[in-house]
Structure formats: structure tokens, C-alpha cells
């Protein structure tokens, strides 16, 4: 793949999800540059639009030093959220998903000045378009950092950065972590994409819903998994 053809990138990212099926990232040098890939992030979120998704918000990726080297990628990126991406509690994950993956977050909700003004406790699902989640900081951004899926629980009314949270697959502990994994504090993330997005012209809008990365490892959503991430005060879920 020529990595200045953005519509060519477009085209094989969009094609793959609307089939069900996985790539090889190509890993060459000069293959994809992180301008690029947001260009082709534009596009692939502008194609779903035209199709009648709506966007509602931003996630972050890697904004956590256990889902970088998780991961192997060394710097945080984003990708948007749209609203057919929205999963209730509790409900499972469309039947579309290749390879889920789950990870706790604290989302943010925001005003017209992009400043937080509620705090919730969040799963994300993602679902990498490529192979065993084998990706460069540039094919991941091309494929919408990964997101897939947003299940909104209960609001959050603590100290974001001091709070905790524990992941459980199937009722038993598997991950835990705390909000200041992401950058510090989840308020700083904000800052961070605010600062990107005006890099790219573009801007947070009242009520944009924005998820400031996972405070710990992602876990695999087997068929027949329930995944549950416990807040002090709020607890989310999702099954397959």
C-alpha cells in the first residue's frame, strides 16, 4: 500500500470492518506517517457519517504507561466516537466485532468551551482492524485507534486521579488500576486532544463525550464472556 494514498487507505480499512475481516499491518518503512494516517482517520469517519453515523465524542488511546507497552506504541493518539458505537450496560457487543477487547476508562463529558463538566464510568470496546492487534502509533490512528464500541455506566463523583478501578472477566480480578494513569489525571488527557484536535482544525463540542484512555491492560471478550470494570461507586458491564 503507497502510504500517501489516503482514499486507498480509506477504502481497504473501510472494506475490511464492513466484511469482517483482518489485515496485516504493513510495517516497512515509510509505508504510513501519522499525518497520513489522521487524514485517513478523517476520511473513514466522514465515509461512516455519510452513511448516517453521527459523531458524539473522542477516545484516546495510549495515554497509560500499561496499555503502551502493552501495545508496544510509545505515544497517546485518538480516534472518534460515534453513536452507533454506543453499547448500553450490561448489553453485548454487536455480533460484528472480530476480535474485542476490553479496557475501563473515565470518561469525560465537556462544554461548548471543551472544559469537563461530568465525569463517568466507561468500558471501551475496541476491535482492531489488524491481525492480532499487530500495529504501528500510524495504522492504529488510520483505524480510528482501535475504537469499536463505549458502554456508559454511573457517574464518577471522586477524585478522578486518586479513584480505582478493578477489571473482572467471568467474576474473577483480572487487571486493576487508577485514573491518574492517564496522564496523570484524566483532566490533563483532555487537555492533550484538545490541544491536538486545534492542531488539526478541529475543536471538542458541548456534550462531546471524550474517554481518556485505559487505566489498565486490555482484556479479550470471548463468546460467552461477561467483563465488569468496579469504580468506587459505579460499576460497568459487557458481555458477548
Do not use: C
Not at 471501551?124 to 490512528?141: I, P, Q
Request: glycine content about 12%.
Amino acid at each position: 500500500m503507497d502510504g500517501s494514498d489516503v482514499e486507498g487507505w480509506v477504502a481497504w480499512i473501510d472494506a475490511a470492518h464492513r466484511d469482517g475481516r483482518l489485515l496485516d499491518a504493513p510495517d516497512g518503512p515509510g509505508d504510513l506517517d501519522l499525518s497520513t494516517a489522521y487524514a485517513v482517520q478523517q476520511r473513514l469517519t466522514a465515509r461512516r457519517q455519510e452513511r448516517g453515523a453521527r459523531r458524539i465524542g473522542w477516545k484516546l488511546g495510549y495515554t497509560s504507561a500499561v496499555m503502551r507497552e502493552q501495545m508496544g506504541v510509545d505515544s497517546p493518539n485518538f480516534g472518534p466516537l460515534l453513536d452507533t458505537m454506543v453499547i448500553a450496560p450490561g448489553a453485548a457487543v454487536p455480533a460484528s466485532l472480530v476480535q474485542p477487547r476490553v479496557e475501563p476508562e473515565v470518561g469525560l463529558v465537556v462544554d461548548a468551551e471543551g472544559r469537563p463538566v461530568a465525569a463517568r464510568a466507561v468500558l471501551e470496546v475496541v476491535d482492531s482492524v489488524w491481525r492480532d492487534y499487530r500495529f504501528g502509533l500510524a495504522t492504529n490512528t488510520a483505524d480510528g485507534s482501535s475504537a469499536a464500541g463505549v458502554v456508559v455506566g454511573d457517574p464518577l463523583d471522586r477524585d478522578l486521579a486518586a479513584l480505582t478501578v478493578e477489571l473482572r472477566r467471568n467474576g474473577e480480578p483480572v487487571a486493576t488500576g487508577s485514573g491518574d494513569a492517564a496522564m496523570g489525571h484524566p483532566h490533563r488527557a483532555l487537555a492533550w486532544l484538545r490541544d491536538e484536535l486545534a492542531a488539526r482544525g478541529e475543536a471538542l463540542r458541548a456534550g462531546d463525550l471524550v474517554i481518556t484512555g485505559g487505566l489498565t491492560r486490555a482484556v479479550p471478550l470471548a463468546a460467552g464472556d461477561v467483563v465488569e470494570a468496579r469504580f468506587p461507586g459505579a460499576t460497568v458491564a459487557v458481555r458477548r
